[in-house]
């Protein structure tokens, strides 16, 4: 995928709003990431658009560097640092493509995120790139979260709902994505340019790139399972908050990975 399309999808699409109306996985990942920072330092969050975590962990008192491939992000991100009055705590925002983390000194951070970028680097050499340099410009034990899609979620949504999902509106282009992990929508304007992990595939690719496995958790949970009416049942009973709580443990169990849209690989530089 070329990195017009990325951008220019980037560009219309509202990730801030995106994480505020379904809460869920900005608020287990959140949950996971804050479980295994160091109590201060210097985090990057690379692809972070418009840095909804980014401010988050600006808030928590770290010192932040962002950067992404869209340029309009980046110009979010610094006009939400300023709105939050959190400028002091970002050591810069660029625009910088995850594989090539230019300007960046090796081992430079205590932590590192990169929350986006494997979603859209469908060639193996540039998902192994963009690994890489993660791997180089974070300290040596530092801890990197790193955000996938799930193949089989993905397989699962396409037969739920294939007008929404063409060209997997065919049991050959499924089968086809189920053996490759790449989608490209045919409808303009939508989620595309996309690639999907298997979940057994995830902790031996990392730990290939010089990482020691953490966890792997879905950030999703068992969200996408539960329909808006569901929910509303939990809401009226005044157990709503006890649901997050339960999604949030359930979130690492290992049955569940596959059912996750969005996981979580929590890993260490060895």
Known sequence: MTRDRIINYYSRFDEWGRLEREPLEFIINMHYIRAHLPAAGLVLD???GPGKYAMELARLGYHVTLSDLTPASVDIAREKAQEFELT??????HVLDATRLDGMANDTYDASLMLGPLYHLQ???ERV??????HR???PDGVVYIAMQSRMRMGIT????PRQWKPNDQMGAIRSFVEKGTFDHQDQGRFTGAYYFNIPDIKPFMEEQG??????????SIGTMLTEEQQQYWKERGEYDELIQLMIEM????????ISSHLLYIGKKK
Do not use: C, H, R
Not at 211 to 220: D, P, Q, R, V
Not at 251 to 258: E, K, N, R, V, W
């Open 46 to 48: 690379n692809g972070a």
């Open 88 to 93: 002091n705590q970002f050591e810069g925002f």
């Open 123 to 125: 060639a193996e050499q």
């Open 129 to 134: 790139a963009a690994v890489k340099e993660l």
């Open 137 to 139: 410009v974070t300290k």
């Open 158 to 161: 396409s037969l739920q709902s």
């Open 211 to 220: 990482f020691e496995t953490i966890n792997l958790i879905g950030s999703s």
């Open 251 to 258: 979130a690492q169990d290992p049955s569940i990975l596959g």
